[in-house]
């Protein structure tokens, strides 16, 4: 059913990625991402030079669903930021943000004064080398810091594990030909990772076999693969999202073959599980060129292999952005009907506020 037109935030500079902190103190707070590409003048570009990227990490707190409302509480001037998560560890939470140099940074959220302190810089490759994604292993199992896999614009993958007080990269290895725009663990078995890009593999690493070759390969795709996501509760279940337009839902118990593959149109950037138990099988997709969806599968189909498994159900669109759709998350507090979803285009540089 389309949305009602409603005001969005002017982030300024174009928007690529939103999350909202899974903190139970905290889970009316949310960051938003930009990446903005400087124009280079005629002699900049005469002289070859490499042109800058610059973005920011703007922190919210949600008060209504009226995104014009809205105020970033902090700004953080960093390179332009690709990608961005939380991790719900103890005793607050860290936020993991990609950059376009190269590096991880990881922040510490203060409750008590509402603003993230940068604890960490990690350099996880040269300064001309985009950090493309990345993931915390312990999705499932908060409280101390869980590892940290990125995916690199060179084609390697890094991983990274908790110290004693810091993060320390154990693992950098060549996972892809081209762009890996995705890398993801499996929520279920942190020796587990996946990753995807537009080398139109799906791949799967096993940490305790090494990484010189993936366990699994699966090249039966069209497109580049830009979006990973197990499902946080229910075993298994992993949601692979392409340019093809569609998302496939995945057995990680067999990462060949899809159980099923739904049309969501525009391209699928990003795919977010619904984080209520009670909606386990809802799935928030951004599907750039199409707005953003909210698909409901049925998990008794997907688990008993049935033959003619169902398309997901299309149940909500937001069709008020009127850019590339990249960023979506739900929020984590608890609604009685709909949760508060949070929207980012780029050109537009568009943020938005809806219930789905």
């Known amino acids: 059913m389309p949305t009602d037109p409603r005001p969005g935030y002017d982030t300024v ?124 292993s312990n999705r499932r199992f908060p409280g101390s810091l869980g590892s940290l896999v990125v995916s690199l614009s060179n084609g390697s993958l890094v991983l990274l594990r908790p110290g004693e007080s810091e993060l320390t990269i154990t693992e950098t ?39 010189t070759q993936p366990t699994l390969v699966n090249r039966r795709f069209d497109s580049g693969i830009t979006t990973i996501q197990t499902n946080p509760h229910i075993e298994h279940i992993v949601a692979v999202g392409s340019y093809d337009n569609s998302v496939r839902i995945f057995d990680a118990r067999n990462m060949r073959t899809a159980l099923s593959q739904s049309d969501v149109g525009g391209g699928a950037w990003r795919t977010k599980w619904n984080p209520s138990p009670s909606r386990s099988m809802d ?29 997901s159900l299309i149940i909500k669109r937001f069709d008020e952005h009127q850019s590339l759709a990249y960023g979506v998350d739900w929020s984590y507090s608890t609604a009685v009907d709909e949760t508060i979803v949070a929207s980012c285009s780029f050109y537009d540089h568009t943020l938005h506020l809806w219930r789905a």
Not at 293 to 311: M, W
């Open 13 to 136: 500079w174009p928007a690529d990625s939103v999350e909202f902190c899974p903190g139970g103190n905290s889970n009316d707070v949310f960051v938003c991402g930009t990446y903005n590409l400087e124009k280079q003048t005629e002699e900049e570009t005469a002289l070859n030079k490499p042109q800058v990227r610059r973005g920011k990490c703007l922190l919210f707190e949600v008060g209504s669903t009226d995104a014009s409302q809205l105020q970033p509480v902090q700004e953080i001037d960093l390179p332009a930021v690709l990608d961005m998560k939380w991790c719900n560890s103890s005793p607050s939470c860290m936020l993991a943000i990609a950059d376009s140099e190269g590096h991880v940074t990881i922040h510490r959220y203060d409750a008590t004064d509402g603003r993230l302190h940068q604890e960490q810089s990690i350099p996880c490759a040269s300064k001309d080398t985009l950090c493309l994604s990345l993931d915390w």
């Open 283 to 311: 799935l928030a997709v951004a599907c750039m060129h199409d707005g953003f969806k909210v698909g409901r599968t049925f998990v008794s189909q997907v688990l008993r292999y049935e033959a003619g498994f169902s398309e």
């Open 173 to 211: 290895w060549h996972g892809h030909d081209y762009e890996p725009w995705i890398a993801a663990w499996n929520y279920w078995n942190s020796d587990t990772i996946f990753s995807g890009g537009d080398d139109l593999t799906l791949k799967v690493w096993d940490c305790r076999q090494g990484f």
